[in-house]
């Protein structure tokens, strides 16, 4: 390769790593409130009904009003 076709190349190739490197997720976020992924509202019991187990709920997204009233807004929506 010649040495005039080495520069553009080599340019070609950093843009390409630096804008793939700003792909990258930015670490764990904090639990802290107003935190982007923290759950808005007050979180819900939902109780299993008899004979089921317990509902798993993960510590860090307790399911709120918000977040049900969401979810059944998304499931329900016609993609037409």
Known sequence: MRMSARVPFALLLASIFLSAASYLPAGPQSAAAG??????GKPVRIEAP??????P???DNPPTEETIA?????????PS
């Not at 979810?71 to 929506?77: K, V």
């Open 35 to 40: 935190a982007p992924g923290t759950p808005i």
């Open 50 to 55: 008899l004979g089921l187990p317990a509902v």
């Open 57 to 59: 709920i993960p510590p």
């Open 70 to 78: 969401l979810g059944r807004r998304l499931y329900y929506l016609n």
